[in-house]
C-alpha cells in the first residue's frame, strides 16, 4: 500500500480533517512561500492586507490556533508578547534570537541533543518534544540594530 503526500495547500488541509476554506488555504500558502520562516499572527495579517485580502484579524487567530492543533504549525515564544508560528517540517531544530536585531536562526547540534536526552533520562524522563531557544546579543558588524556596546577593559 502507498500513501500519496498531500501536493497542494487544499489537500494538506483535507488531509489534516479540516474543511478547506479560503482563509484557511491563503494562510497555509503564506506559510509555505514566505521568505520568513516564523510569522506573528500580524506579520500574516498585514501580509493579507497587503494583497488587498478581506480576510480579519480574529479569522487570523482562529486559523492559527487550528493550525497549531492540527500539527501543521508549531506556536514559538519568542517573545513574551507574541507568539510566532512556523510550518511544522517534522524535523528538529533550536532558535538563536539575537536581541539587537530580532534575527531569528535555526541551528541543530546533535551533541546539545544528546545533552538534553542524558539530562532527561537523569531526571526520569524520556522526551517526547523539545524547544531550545537561546538569546543573545548581535556580535555582527552588519546588523543595522546593534546596539553599542562599550566594554570596559581596565577591569
Request: hydrophobic share 35%.
Amino acid at each position: 500500500m502507498t500513501t500519496t503526500l498531500p501536493t497542494s495547500p487544499s489537500d494538506e488541509i483535507k488531509a489534516l480533517g479540516l474543511k478547506v476554506t479560503a482563509p484557511r488555504t491563503r494562510i497555509l500558502e503564506l506559510f509555505q512561500n514566505s521568505k520568513m520562516r516564523h510569522l506573528t499572527a500580524e506579520d500574516v495579517y498585514r501580509a493579507l492586507l497587503e494583497e488587498k485580502n478581506n480576510i480579519g484579524i480574529a479569522t487570523v487567530y482562529r486559523v492559527l490556533t487550528q493550525f497549531e492543533s492540527a500539527g501543521i504549525l508549531l506556536r514559538r515564544s519568542f517573545d513574551p508578547e507574541k507568539a510566532y508560528y512556523e510550518l511544522n517540517d517534522g524535523t528538529s531544530h533550536d532558535h538563536l534570537i539575537c536581541l539587537d536585531c530580532n534575527a531569528v536562526t535555526e541551528f541543530s547540534d546533535q551533541h546539545i541533543a544528546q545533552c538534553q536526552r542524558v539530562i532527561a533520562q537523569e531526571h526520569g524522563f524520556e522526551i517526547l518534544e523539545h524547544s531550545t531557544t537561546i538569546f543573545a546579543h548581535c556580535v555582527r558588524d552588519n546588523c543595522a540594530h546593534k546596539k553599542s556596546r562599550h566594554v570596559n577593559k581596565t577591569r
